[in-house]
């Protein structure tokens, strides 16, 4: 009988696919053995992956000596309602731009796009001057104000993609059928367009949740303080808590892998759909 060997393409996209996967992955297994080892064994000089013998005791202290349920809380409600807010007013402007008449319409989204590419460094200061006299530090509703400006034109450039890619002819016998742009929108639009309202929400979601510099910039106390800043907050002038910051790490990103995995077909969908005009 004769051996069939695997053709060579096929051998490199399945290499090339393992090697991309192993790079990805070893960060966070390295994350998880370091939150699973004791504090003598992380100040070793020689490292070790596994986690001999286990421990729980990070996990146990950033709970009960560091409050990082609070964090985990104040991140939770600045993400969503940024993912809410981004959403119902990304979808309305791209919705706009792709199914109504409007004029200079690439225009337009090239300078959304445009605004976006301003290195946020840059605008940290007038931001925080301004948040500041509107009596917005630290608030809730400063992060959530900024988070959507910085996330609306991702949104909107890939909504306005997904949308240009339902036949015109449904707007149409909607229009006959006496429905308006309104509720063309609501009744038509969106349904048809939920991949795309997944992968745009859960990018807004994950780009709020991990956000630091501006989350450190408008909060100074625990009661609005998010992730990122919770966990640097951990380290002191002289020691860093490897294990600690390990395990808050693991519990961070638990979260946001299960999400991607819940809702996997949903991104690719919405991803590759808006790359092909029907």
């Given at each position: 009988m004769r051996l069939m060997l695997p053709h060579p393409r096929t051998t490199i996209l399945v290499a090339g696919a393992t090697g991309v996967t192993l790079w990805s992955l070893l960060p966070f297994l390295w994350q998880i053995s370091?939150?699973?080892?004791?504090?003598?064994?992380?100040?070793?000089?020689?490292?070790?992956?596994?986690?001999?013998?286990v421990t729980l005791d990070h996990y146990f202290n950033i709970f009960t000596a560091k409050s990082f349920h609070l964090y985990i809380l104040n991140s939770t409600i600045v993400a969503g309602l940024t993912t809410l807010f981004t959403l119902v007013a990304g979808s309305l402007a791209a919705f706009a731009l792709a199914r109504l008449r409007v004029h200079h319409r690439f225009g337009i989204l090239g300078?959304?796009?445009?605004?976006?590419?301003?290195?946020?460094?840059?605008?940290?200061?007038?931001?925080?001057?301004?948040?500041?006299?509107l009596g917005l530090l630290d608030t809730y509703a400063s992060l959530v104000i900024v988070y959507l400006a910085l996330g609306l034109p991702l949104v909107i450039w890939v909504l306005f993609g997904y949308f240009q890619t339902i036949p015109v002819e449904i707007d149409e016998a909607a229009t006959v059928d006496g429905a308006g742009p309104l509720r063309l929108f609501v009744s038509i639009i969106l349904p048809m367009s939920l991949?795309?309202?997944?992968?745009?929400?859960?990018?807004?979601?994950?780009?709020?949740?991990?956000?630091f510099m501006f989350a450190l910039a408008f909060t100074s106390n625990i009661d609005h303080q998010t992730i990122p800043v919770g966990i640097a907050n951990f380290t002191n002038l002289y020691y860093v808590p490897w294990g600690d910051i390990a395990a808050a790490s693991v519990v961070v990103t638990i979260p946001l892998v299960l999400l991607v995995m819940f809702f996997q077909r949903h991104i690719v969908e919405g991803l590759t759909q808006g790359a092909v005009k029907e």
């Open positions: 370091t939150s699973l080892q004791n504090d003598k064994n992380l100040v070793a000089a020689t490292p070790s992956l596994l986690p001999i013998p300078l959304i796009l445009s605004v976006s590419m301003f290195p946020q460094i840059t605008i940290v200061a007038p931001l925080y001057l301004l948040a500041a006299d991949p795309g309202l997944v992968t745009t929400g859960l990018l807004a979601f994950i780009a709020a949740w991990n956000e």
